[in-house]
């Protein structure tokens, strides 16, 4: 069983950054992690994922419309998943919240990479407002 328990988010200018937080308890080896958003009145969606069995290079996975703005990365030792987000506007304001499955990785021909399918642990999220 793995728990989640995200904070952070918080009120912003456009332009702005913030970093999430998602601590995860549990056994989560040889699982997906990911960060999905999910805005008022439209369908969630996946922003970023990595697998956090690889602890020597990141391997992450981005949706495009993040690319380039967002960084996901682990802190092993703090069992702790974070969402690094740059340059943030405000069609990026959306309840955000972090999630964990148990494999589902892709091969993507030089590693195991996760992406957006098929989580079923999810954490309580946490909201992130951008202001123009």
């Known amino acids: 069983q793995v728990q989640l328990a995200e904070s952070g988010g918080g009120s912003v200018q456009a332009g702005g950054s913030l970093r999430l937080s998602c601590v995860v308890s549990?056994?989560?080896?040889?699982?997906?992690l990911g960060w999905f958003r999910q805005a008022p009145e439209k369908e969630r969606e996946g922003v970023a994922a990595l697998n956090p069995d690889y602890t020597d290079i990141a391997v992450t996975f981005y949706a495009d419309s993040v690319k380039g703005r967002v960084t996901v990365s682990q802190d092993n030792a703090k069992n702790t998943l974070y969402l690094e987000m740059d340059n943030l506007k405000p069609e990026d304001t959306a309840m955000y919240y972090c999630?964990?499955?148990?494999?589902?990785?892709?091969?993507?021909?030089?590693?195991?990479?996760?992406?957006?399918?098929?989580?079923?642990?999810w954490g309580q999220g946490t909201q992130v407002t951008v202001s123009s």
């Open positions: 999630a964990a499955r148990e494999g589902g990785m892709h091969w993507n021909g030089r590693s195991w990479e996760c992406r957006f399918n098929d989580y079923n642990y």
């Open positions: 549990g056994s989560y080896k040889r699982h997906c």
